[in-house]
């Protein structure tokens, strides 16, 4: 039986990251709430999100396609973590988990899409 998304340990460890970016982005000041916050809590949401539809597909070229484009969400993310802590919203430290988690992901998403790639060769 094929499993489903919920049981692939990539989108697993994206819920994971959409928790984290909620933690990280919760003391932001007001004025960024329809800024950076927004943003950067769509880019993470988007990981698992497109992870999954991406599976629902059925099809590995479909998939390998929605992993791309949650790895295209990840580096967005990561972009904006990194504008975060150079405009002072938030600490290195304080956002050490979410880009520990974001390489975790990539490295994850490398992987996957490579073995769909061979498999479907």
Not at 9 to 25: D, H, N
Not at 62 to 85: K, N, P, R, W, Y
Request: net charge positive.
């Amino acid at each position: 039986m094929s499993k489903g998304y919920k049981d692939l340990l990539v989108w697993q460890k994206g819920i994971e990251l959409v928790k984290e970016i909620y933690k990280l982005t919760k003391p932001f000041p007001s004025d960024e709430r329809f800024g950076l916050v927004s943003q950067m809590r769509r880019a993470a949401v988007s990981v698992p999100s497109n992870i999954a539809e991406g599976q629902a597909r059925h099809t590995t070229k479909e998939f390998i396609q929605f992993l791309s484009h949650a790895e295209g969400s990840l580096a967005e993310l990561d972009t904006q973590i990194i504008v975060s802590m150079e405009l002072g919203l938030c600490a290195p430290g304080s956002a050490a988990r979410s880009q520990d988690l974001g390489g975790q992901l990539k490295r994850m998403l490398n992987a996957l899409r490579r073995k769909l790639e061979e498999k479907s060769s």
